[in-house]
């Protein structure tokens, strides 16, 4: 019923900055949180942020200094700015929003994840 296209990734230099987007189609009428994860090669994806519908935020204590999360609500879009960056925060990011939808008239909720976007941060 959603379907996620994520972009924004690519490679910077250290220090620099870089937003990532994860735009949301479909049926999104009903939002109810969403949130960011980042995957090394090899290694269990780990928690960056989750943004909620209220538009609360949390951080993994290591990137609240320098990560923000935020959404558009006018067009689903989910945005990770990313500021000082560093070569650990090279990684796969991925989005994961989360949608209230009827089925048969009984409310659930989904998650839909996006395809992944690559950063690379080096000199």
């Known amino acids: 019923q959603v379907h996620i296209v994520q972009s924004g990734g690519g490679s910077v230099q250290p220090g620099g900055s870089l937003t990532l987007s994860c735009a949301a189609s479909?049926?999104?009428?009903?939002?109810?949180?969403a949130a960011w994860y980042r995957q090394y090669p090899g290694k269990e994806r780990e928690w960056v942020a989750t943004?909620?519908?209220?538009?609360?935020?949390v951080y993994a204590d290591s990137l609240k200094e320098r990560f923000l999360a935020a959404r558009n609500r006018a067009d689903n879009t989910i945005y990770l700015y990313m500021t000082r960056l560093r070569p650990e925060d090279t990684a796969v990011y991925s989005c994961?929003?989360?949608?209230?939808?009827?089925?048969?008239?009984?409310?659930?909720?989904?998650?839909?994840w996006g395809q992944g976007t690559q950063v690379t941060v080096s000199s």
């Open positions: 994961k929003q989360t949608f209230e939808f009827r089925e048969s008239g009984e409310l659930k909720a989904a998650d839909y």
């Open positions: 479909g049926d999104t009428s009903n939002f109810l949180h």
């Open positions: 943004f909620q519908a209220g538009g609360e935020t």
